[in-house]
Structures are given as structure tokens and as C-alpha cells.
Nanobody
């Protein structure tokens, strides 16, 4: 089982990045995906959640209207489009997979598989 997050980098405030999470080793279509982030010295927080079909999404208030999650089940890949980035978005971003086919999954402890993380740094 593998979740490979990529697409992070250094961007100026107001800029955009698109993260990708490529999955392998499990039946991707049966899993809801969550994007989490952890800033230095802070607890991990969930920022974006998408159902197994991609029909349902949920966003933390801190990113609502700026981040958009999508998925391509044919490619076993989930995306997080991040626009209007702010310095407070700086963190390591992780994708995770939860075995649930009927909506989004918010609870962190429901996630079985985690990616290795990709660093996003937003300069002011």
C-alpha cells in the first residue's frame, strides 16, 4: 500500500499550488481521501475531505473557498488545488485513505493509510 503525495513547494502569498496524491496497493474506489496538514509546532489538522466517488467534499473553514479537492479514480489519484495561498498555509501536507464509500470521513482515526507528506511553504 502506498500513498505518494507530491506538488509541494515554495510560493509567494496569493499564489497557487496543486498537490497530487497517487495511490497504489488497495482498491482506491472504495476509499474516501483526506488531506491533512501539520505546521511546525502545531497539531495536525484536516483541511479537505473527498468521498470515494468524488461527489462529496468538505473543507475546513480556514481553507474554504480557496482549496478544491478532486479525484480521478481511473488514475488512482486525488488532487488538492490550493489558490490564494497565505503564509499560515505553510505546513507539511499529507493525504490519507479511509475505507468508506458513503461520504466524506472527518475523523482522523478512521484513516488506515497515510502518505509521506509534501512541504508547502508560502512566503509573505
Amino acid at each position: 500500500v502506498q500513498l505518494q503525495a507530491s506538488g509541494g513547494g515554495l510560493v509567494q502569498a496569493g499564489g497557487s499550488l496543486r498537490l497530487s496524491c497517487a495511490a497504489s496497493g488497495f482498491n482506491f474506489d472504495d476509499y474516501a481521501i483526506g488531506w491533512f496538514r501539520q505546521a511546525s509546532g502545531k497539531e495536525r489538522e484536516g483541511v479537505s475531505f473527498i468521498s470515494s466517488s468524488g461527489d462529496s467534499t468538505f473543507y475546513a473553514d480556514s481553507v474554504k473557498g480557496r482549496f478544491t479537492a478532486s479525484r480521478d479514480n481511473a488514475k488512482n489519484t486525488v488532487y488538492l488545488q490550493m489558490n490564494s495561498l497565505k503564509p499560515e498555509d505553510t505546513a507539511v501536507y499529507y493525504c490519507a485513505a479511509a475505507p468508506f464509500r458513503f461520504g466524506v470521513v472527518i475523523a482522523t482515526d478512521e484513516y488506515d493509510y497515510w502518505g509521506q507528506g509534501t512541504q508547502v511553504t508560502v512566503s509573505s
